[in-house]
């Protein structure tokens, strides 16, 4: 019988084979696991906590269930270890990067300076966090693109993250005209901030004259929001100072350039 | 208003329409109120809807459990002292669809103005659902659908005289019940120093047979270890 058949020492090709189908039931159990985790303390718990669970449980279950059938299929891991030295070394040189990844991963899920689900900006990209796996971290782009960053980078590069604060300002200029009244515009902007349920009642908003532009009044507005509906605010209120303004006859100013012309000046002074 | 109701109904109060008709195996529900539209359909009829005032946390979104309520007067409370006052604090209408024993969330809103706040620093802080309330000795007037009366219990527990102009609560431990004339809520405020203290509801209603609120969210079923709040940037 070709089961029978032995591949080395007494390890025959049934003992493989049962190996394998143990290996393939384990990965389908710990499947099961991880989405029974997920389902079930999914309203208890944040998605990025819950993520941190079921990778220890999946892994755990993966280390325990190898090392076992690597017992079974004779082979020792700690002599393998040790006879795998010389291999190990030469490995190790070839993947010292995917090394490097694994550590920073690791220390990625120490620290966390970012977590699944936050607004972050990795080297110059920005996006939601999708994943923190042990090799590289996932990105998707504001405009839906998919990407994998290794973890060496974003552990060595300066990451911003736009949530980890549970508030964040929001920044306009306002620049009015010249012939508005500034004072009024300012009370206005307030006045909409105020109407505004996302718009925080402290830190207080402010708007203030920040300086003389060559064309308009601008008017700095500080308003603090949840960093949540940052953007979402960041969207909204501006058109609404903008059409509180007008309803008021405060105008947005425009750049304008008033031209002389010598000849019409000529004219004028004949004419006098 | 609040209560349950058998479908089909049709319920007008104030400037709010609620209906619940069946439409062959269908049921529709419909809520306005102002702009706001809301119609749903139910595969179901001859069910219940329960109509409930709610933790004021939900509209315009859920972004926080805390609630912060500004007294409009500051309070000087004198050392080693206890004494009680009442506050208004605003409600959210829920409606639940009942079948059964069980019980789902079917609508929510408000017609308060709604507001934003955050307790302490931008990076320790808390994000709190804001209100601003008039502190009173006597249980205040209010109006059924908006406001509900909270009875804050104070005690400074230190040796000092301290003002207070603010309370914030977990409200995952508020337990409100209602009636057809006004809503209600206790709650205590441990005052330790100037700038810490401890909140806490207490699950008991002002008056005899009041009706307990539809929870819906329930700090036993989210498994919280406590639903009291310390408050350590300043009362």
Redesign the interface.
Known sequence: MIFDQKIYGDITVLDLLISIGVFIIVIIITNRISVYIRRAFK??MTKDHLELIVKIVTYTIMIIVVLSILGNLGLNPSGLLVAGGVAGLVVGFASQSLFSNLISGLFLIVERPIKIGDQVEINDIRGFVEDIRIISTTLRTYDGLYVRIPNQLVFTTSVINFVS????RVTYVVGIRYSDDADRAIEIIKYVAD?E??A????VPRAFVDNFGDNSVNINVWI?A?A??YYELKMKLLLEIKKALEAEGIEIAFPQRVVWFGKELENEEEVR | MFGPYNIPFRIECNDILIEAINEDDITIYRRKFGNDTIEKKLLATNRKIIISPIKPINRPKKLTPHLLIEFETPLFTEPRSNKKIYLKFPVEIGLFIMGGKSFELLDVFTIMNQKYTLYGDPINGVLCKYWKSPVENNRPEIDLLTHGIMELSITNKSSTWLEVSKVVFNSYGMKMYYNQQFICLKAEMKIYTELSAETDFIDSALEKKMTKSVELYNAKKLQLTTTKFVMRDGI
Do not use: D, T
């Not at chain 1, 604060?165 to 964040?168: A, G, L, P, S, T």
């Not at chain 1, 925080?200 to 830190?203: A, R, S, V, W």
């Open positions: 309203e208890k604060n549970i508030v964040r109407q349920a996302l925080l009642k402290n830190p603090w949840p949540s509906v």
